[in-house]
């Protein structure tokens, strides 16, 4: 009886343990105007079918945390934006934004980048999760 009472309460653990593991999910819908979470080498479409957006490059140079550095660093990606079936290349910084190329009539920041470098581990873009806000002009 003991055994029986044993084992329904590691299957409840069981249960319970496995509910806990959060696995996020990325929408592949962004809508103009807001703020938007996206990742490298997914395909992303606009709420209203008229835009596509591919992250192809991600770099992140940002200082680590637990280094001190001269230069804050900066994240920047380089995509590939559809209108239309017009393909426009594009290219943004979260720093140098005189260096960024962006579609004609839209605007485009990285607001965030997660996870933020530590020193000792080593980041890979297909972790980043990048905060864009693209607007029309």
């Avoid at 496995?18 to 962004?30: A, I, N």
């Avoid at 239309?84 to 720093?95: A, G, Q, W």
Wanted: hydrophobic letters at 35%; proline letters at 4%.
């Amino acid at each position: 009886m003991k055994k029986l009472s044993a084992i329904k309460y590691l299957l409840v653990f069981l249960l319970f343990s496995g509910m806990s593991c959060e696995k996020t999910v990325f929408d592949p819908v962004f809508t103009i105007g807001q703020e938007s979470a996206f990742r490298i080498n997914q395909l992303y479409s606009s709420d209203d079918g008229q835009y596509t957006l591919l992250i192809k490059e991600i770099g992140d140079s940002r200082c680590p945390e637990g280094v001190v550095c001269i230069w804050q660093g900066e994240v920047t990606l380089k995509g590939e934006w559809t209108a239309l079936n017009n393909k426009t290349n594009i290219e943004l910084h979260s720093v140098l934004n005189d260096q960024q190329k962006v579609p004609e009539g839209f605007t485009m920041k990285i607001v965030d980048a997660k996870p933020y470098p530590k020193y000792g581990t080593e980041s890979k873009p297909e972790n980043l999760v990048i905060t864009l806000l693209i607007q029309k002009k």
